[in-house]
T-cell receptor, first 117, second 115 residues
Framework: NAGVMQNPRHLVRRRGQEARLRCSPM?????VYWYRQLPEEGLKFMVY????????ESGMPKERFSAEFPKEGPSILRIQQVVRGDSAAYFC???????????????FGSGTQLSVL | AQTVTQSQPEMSVQEAETVTLSCTYD???????LFWYKQPPSRQMILVIR??????QNATENRFSVNFQKAAKSFSLKISDSQLGDAAMYFC????????????FGTGTRLTIIP
């Protein structure tokens, strides 16, 4: 059973370009979370999605950032008109529903390092 | 809002010795999970250990154990018999059990193992 797959592993963009980050959750997982890690910092929650639904996007910047998790295919985090401050590692995690005192675990991908020149 | 604080940016320990990493958190909830994650240079986030707040017994996983003090809102990680492979960033994290399941992370502690 493959783990959470993120691609690309490294992505270089020039200021003003678009960045598309992909995340394929583990088989059987219907919940996806995106986190951002700035240099020398912890991971910060961005958005939580279920298939075809955004459940919580409270950590996502209001402009330029969007996320989707379609019925078929990977989850996509899209950053339009990137700026240098967007340079970070972006992590995806997936799980089955974590309801109440659930023993379900969150599984992380290896992240995409975005570098904006 | 919940916050997680790791006050030790860096720690080092001699191989085979024991080291304790500190974590404090702030929450008004009573039912939650606490986690320690390890992030080696490969960047992969690896779950080391987790603690359920309603359980008084401290969690243990082989050489890793926690000291969970709910009243003090403290959750430290003890690594016994430290090995070179333990060198990594360690992140403490919190998750409320009901409602949104997102994790709140601390800023991390970089652990160096001295051969």
């Amino acid at each position: 059973n493959a783990g959470v797959m993120q691609n690309p592993r490294h992505l270089v963009r020039r200021r003003g370009q678009e960045a598309r980050l992909r995340c394929s959750p583990m088989k059987g997982h219907s919940h996806v979370y995106w986190y951002r890690q700035l240099p020398e910092e912890g991971l910060k929650f961005m958005v939580y999605l279920q298939k075809e639904n955004i459940i919580d996007e409270s950590g996502m910047p209001k402009e330029r950032f969007s996320a989707e998790f379609p019925k078929e295919g990977p989850s996509i985090l899209r950053i339009q008109q990137v700026v240098r401050g967007d340079s970070a590692a972006y992590f995806c995690a997936s799980s089955r529903p974590l309801l109440g005192r659930s023993n379900e675990k969150l599984f992380f991908g290896s992240g995409t390092q975005l570098s904006v020149l | 809002a919940q916050t997680v604080t790791q006050s030790q940016p860096e720690m080092s320990v001699q191989e085979a010795e024991t080291v304790t990493l500190s974590c404090t958190y702030d929450t008004s909830e009573s039912d939650y999970y606490l986690f320690w994650y390890k992030q080696p240079p490969s960047r992969q986030m690896i779950l080391v250990i987790r603690q359920e707040a309603y359980k008084q017994q401290n969690a243990t996983e082989n050489r890793f154990s926690v000291n969970f003090q709910k009243a003090a809102k403290s959750f430290s990680l003890k690594i016994s018999d430290s090995q070179l492979g333990d060198a990594a960033m360690y992140f403490c994290a919190y998750r409320f059990n009901f409602g949104n399941e997102k994790l709140t992370f601390g800023t991390g502690t970089r652990l160096t193992i001295i051969p």
